[in-house]
């Protein structure tokens, strides 16, 4: 199974940016697509971005223009660019790899 260690993360206020990263092996990296997904407390974990090993990226309606997944084969890393944060965005975010988890980041949008 797929190492992947998670950074980033924090409190931030609202209409702020932070930016996750998620670091995994070269073979993996350059294999499979990577995902991001957030889990809220008291609701099922959901996806909310997506690059294939290609680069196409894809996003949930609630992320979408306010968000970037983007990836970094020198560094076999992927970022989750997150602007104009609001409330709703805060969860425990995890990065996936072929079904291998990063530990969790949390993020806390709040004033």
């Known amino acids: 199974q797929e190492q992947l260690v998670q950074s980033g993360g924090g409190l931030v206020q609202p209409g702020g940016s932070l930016r996750l990263s998620c670091s995994t092996s070269g073979s993996f990296f350059s294999v499979y697509g990577m995902d991001w997904y957030r889990q809220a407390a008291g609701k099922q974990r959901e996806l909310i971005a997506l690059?294939?090993?290609?680069?196409?990226?894809n996003y949930v309606d609630s992320v979408k223009g306010r968000f970037t997944i983007s990836r970094d084969p020198a560094k076999n890393t992927v970022y989750l660019q997150m602007n104009n944060l609001k409330p709703e965005d805060t969860a425990v975010y995890y990065c996936?790899?072929?079904?291998?988890w990063g530990q969790g980041t949390q993020v806390t949008v709040s004033s």
């Open positions: 996936d790899v072929a079904g291998s």
């Open positions: 690059i294939s090993s290609s680069g196409t990226t």
